[in-house]
């Protein structure tokens, strides 16, 4: 049987991981920010400030390799202007509930794959200066995942008492 722990990284393969996602994910957010900025400004508003924890973090990652002396990503810069519109989709905003309810359901599962993502990426950590590093981002990954989830749940609460209301 294959553990986890047979799949230890070099550091720096670590830390191009954890750039990569988080640029993903700063990218994601920034969109999503766009997408409910017309329907939802408060959605807009959360969508946009994860997506400053996703730069924070990115930027702590330079630093530990900074101080490592390992060379991640030079061009971080560019990863974070990585285009975030969805090409399949007919609308670029939220027109409509059903539409916020799709995203929001997408937001969530992205953020528990991202959760898993960088639990998987510390359990496999052999490189004790990324230690702390990676456990602060599982913490932060699984808040924000328990987030959306509130925010998914209390969104769809609030239009069904709107709908009766009218």
């Not at 991981?17 to 994910?25: D, G, I, N, S, Y």
């Not at 939802?40 to 924070?56: F, K, Q, T, V």
């Not at 950590?125 to 989830?149: D, G």
Request: include cysteine; glycine fraction near 2%; hydrophobic fraction near 40%.
């Amino acid at each position: 049987m294959v553990t986890s722990k047979e799949y230890n990284f070099l550091p720096q393969e670590q830390l191009n991981l954890a750039c990569l996602q988080e640029a993903k994910e700063l990218n994601r957010y920034r969109g999503l920010s766009l997408s409910f900025l017309p329907f939802d400004s408060s959605i807009s508003r959360l969508m946009n400030a994860i997506g400053m924890e996703c730069d924070h973090r990115l930027h702590s990652l330079q630093a530990v390799a900074s101080q490592m002396r390992l060379d991640v990503f030079a061009n971080v810069s560019q990863l974070k202007e990585t285009p975030f519109f969805n090409k399949n989709s007919q609308h670029f905003f939220v027109v409509d509930e059903n539409m916020g309810r799709q995203l929001l359901v997408n937001a969530e599962e992205a953020a528990e794959a991202t959760y898993i993502f960088f639990s998987w990426l510390l359990e496999t950590n052999a490189t004790p200066e990324l230690h702390q590093l990676l456990t602060t981002f599982v913490t932060q990954k699984n808040s924000e995942y328990r987030v959306l989830q509130e925010c998914r749940e209390q969104w769809k609460v609030g239009f069904s008492e709107l709908s009766f209301a009218s």
